[in-house]
Nanobody, 126 residues
C-alpha cells in the first residue's frame, strides 16, 4: 500500500526555521514528481514547492527565497527546508506525488497529484 508520511511540523517564532520530511512507504518516489501543499484555516489549499525526477523545482511566489525543496538519493524522502518563517506560513503542510514526471509547458506545481499524506502542522507565532 502506497503511503506518504509527513513529519517535522512544530510551533516556532517569527523568523525561525523548520525542516519537514515526507517519507514514502510501500514504494519509492522513483520518477514521480513530489510536491508540498499547505492549507490554512478558512483558506484553499495552495501549492508551495515541488521537485521532479530531474530535480527541477518550482515555488510559490510567497515562499521563494525562504523555502527549499530537495529529495534524497535513495528516492524515499523529500524535504522542505523552511527559513525566515512568518505567521502567514501557519498551516497544515501536506506532501503529494504525481505520476507526471516532466512537462515542458507547465511547472510542477500545476501537475495533477493523486497520493497524499496526512499532513503536519506548522505554526509560526508573531
Amino acid at each position: 500500500q502506497k503511503q506518504l508520511v509527513e513529519s517535522g511540523g512544530d510551533l516556532v517564532h517569527n523568523g525561525g526555521s523548520l525542516r519537514l520530511s515526507c517519507a514514502s512507504s510501500g514504494f519509492d518516489f522513483g520518477d514521480n514528481t513530489v510536491a508540498w501543499f499547505r492549507q490554512a484555516p478558512g483558506k484553499e489549499r495552495e501549492g508551495v514547492a515541488c521537485i521532479n525526477r530531474r530535480r527541477d523545482t518550482a515555488y510559490a511566489d510567497s515562499v521563494k527565497g525562504r523555502f527549499t525543496v530537495s529529495r534524497d538519493n535513495a528516492r524515499t524522502t523529500v524535504y522542505l527546508q523552511m527559513d525566515n518563517l512568518i505567521p502567514e506560513d501557519t498551516a497544515v503542510y501536506y506532501c503529494s506525488t504525481s505520476p507526471i514526471m516532466w512537462e515542458a509547458t507547465r511547472d510542477c506545481l500545476e501537475y495533477e497529484y493523486d497520493t497524499w499524506g496526512q499532513g503536519t502542522q506548522v505554526t509560526v507565532s508573531s
